[in-house]
């Protein structure tokens, strides 16, 4: 492979190189050697495209100029391969050309997705023409080794549905990293998706062969007579019995689709395939009615509660207590839409560089009332305009700086006394809703290093003390936990 396609060491410069080979490659006159000189070609690109992506998801690696141009040299790179594999495959369709095809497709897919863009149409169209065409042939199951190396075979009706159940997994509530996790567990998983004959509708999702359309989930009565259904299959017990895994081991080991990928953007995004490759959607958007003004936004969580702090007046002080960072100006952005517990907002230029799925913000609606929510989706728009689809977690958050309650039997380095007195082991919270609250159970945000279940913690309040218990977990992000907590009388 390194003789028949050399290339640059530096992954940009390799995915340069590789166009030149991949023209040269698909120049072949004979039908069979254009197939293996493409898929090498193909096969040669991966560790340099893995290099590249790598870098891509590495938030703190550079800066939103130079991490949009590593995505860009990516997207010229996949979508210039796609082109010429899909053409193989149409000139000279096999169980090879096919699966090279439908792999590039994918690739491509997730770049897309990365940017919360819609995936054009074509692609749609030439990933279940390839697929039916196989399928028609006679060789959509006939077992075919994508790369050299690999140890495991695929199928072109497993590269289909990789590339479907990546695409109904709902991507546009997850931020880059866990995309690729997202990414990484379908192709661990592929083999046991399901593929329904034409007429049977017992799986989730659907698509319409030979149309434009994308896979979506299987509801309403809008369904094309012949959609064919697909869905996790044993896939989702397979998920399962990973999530058991993470619940028994220590949070940080939990690492099943790659030591590069953080621990907690594995685990996020496994619970969240489980949550969205059941028959029963959990989430259904709003119907949201246009809206408009401006909002100021506080993003990252200490900026968050500084933010909200501000309103009461004892944000200075308090903040120093926990942290040296200076206050952060709120960003403002414009309102386009709202309905249930969301707003939708357009994300300016100048936010994007920190703007994802997940991010806990700090909002001021109408000039003076203090609200904190979630990017909930993030979507960009044809004209280039992205916009975030933010849920409220609550409209009245209350800041305090809770104090942790020492465990009399574990070895403290200071006692209890000496906690309440100099004020040590403070942390700064915001309690959501408290019991007061009908609309949902009491919860608040706290850091992660903070956050124990079971831990109790106490708020003085006029002299008095209140004490809470942490529950569960119901959130986990880059730079907080959402949990839900319980009032007790006092500490055990």
């Known amino acids: 492979m390194t003789d ?11 995915l340069n190189d590789l166009v030149a080979h ?4 698909a120049d072949t006159e004979d039908p ?9 070609v193909q096969e040669a690109g991966v560790p340099h495209f893995s290099a590249l992506l790598a870098q891509y998801l590495d938030d703190s690696s550079a800066s939103y100029t130079a991490h949009e141009a590593l995505w860009k040299s990516l997207a010229n790179y996949q979508t210039r391969l796609t082109q010429v594999l899909c053409t193989v495959a149409a000139g000279a369709l096999t169980a090879d ?24 149409e074509k692609l749609w169209h030439i990933t279940s023409t390839i697929h039916a065409s196989a399928e028609k042939n006679g060789f959509s199951t006939t077992p075919v080794q994508a790369y050299s190396g690999d140890h495991t075979m695929t199928s072109v009706e497993q590269e289909l549905l990789r590339v479907l159940m990546l695409h109904v997994s709902m991507p546009d509530m997850l931020d880059a990293e866990q995309i690729e996790v ?17 007429g049977v509708t017992d799986n989730p999702f659907c698509y319409e062969p030979g149309s434009s359309n994308a896979p979506k989930r299987a509801v309403g009565d809008d369904l094309p007579g012949n959609a064919r259904y697909f869905g996790p299959g044993l896939g989702y017990d397979s998920l399962e019995r990973l999530a058991k895994q993470a619940a028994a081991g220590k949070p940080d080991d939990f690492k099943p689709f790659g030591k590069d990928l953080s621990s907690l953007a594995q685990s996020n995004a496994v619970q969240h395939l489980l949550a969205f490759w059941r028959t029963d959607c959990p989430y259904a958007p709003p119907e949201h009615s246009a809206a408009s003004g401006s909002i100021l936004v506080a993003h990252g969580y200490a900026h968050v509660w500084q933010h909200v702090s501000e309103a009461s007046g004892t944000g200075e002080l308090s ?21 249930g517990d969301e707003l939708v907002a357009e994300v300016p230029p100048a936010s994007r560089g920190w703007a994802k799925c997940g991010a806990v913000v700090g909002l001021t609606i109408n000039e003076t009332e203090r609200w904190v929510g979630l990017i909930r989706r993030m979507h960009a728009e044809s004209d280039g305009s992205m916009r975030a689809y933010i849920a409220v977690l609550s409209d009245q958050p ?25 004020g040590l082991s403070e942390v700064n919270t915001l309690i959501l809703a408290d019991e007061s609250d009908s609309g949902q159970p009491p919860n608040l945000m706290i850091k992660p290093d903070h956050w124990k279940a079971g831990r109790v913690y106490e708020l003085q309040e006029d002299n008095t003390s209140r004490y809470l218990r942490g529950l569960k977990a119901i959130r986990r992000g880059d730079d907080f936990v959402r949990a839900t907590f319980e009032w007790i009388s006092t500490p055990d």
Do not use: C
């Open 32 to 40: 069979k050697e254009r197939i293996d000189a493409t898929g090498k």
């Open 4 to 14: 028949a396609v050399a290339v640059s060491s530096d992954a940009t410069t390799a």
């Open 97 to 120: 050309s096919a699966t090279h095809a439908l792999r590039a497709v994918r690739a491509l897919v997730k770049l897309h997705l990365f940017h919360y863009a819609d995936v054009p």
């Open 398 to 422: 209350q800041t305090h700086s809770l104090r942790e309650v020492l465990d009399k039997h574990a070895d403290n380095a200071f006692t209890e006394a000496a906690s309440r007195q100099f």
């Open 182 to 198: 997202v990414d990484r567990a379908v192709e661990r998983l592929g083999a046991e998706f399901t593929l329904r004959q034409p």
């Open 22 to 25: 991949l023209q040269s490659a």
């Open 319 to 339: 903040l120093l207590a926990d942290s040296v960072m200076m206050p952060q100006a709120p960003e403002v952005w414009e309102l386009r839409g709202e309905g």
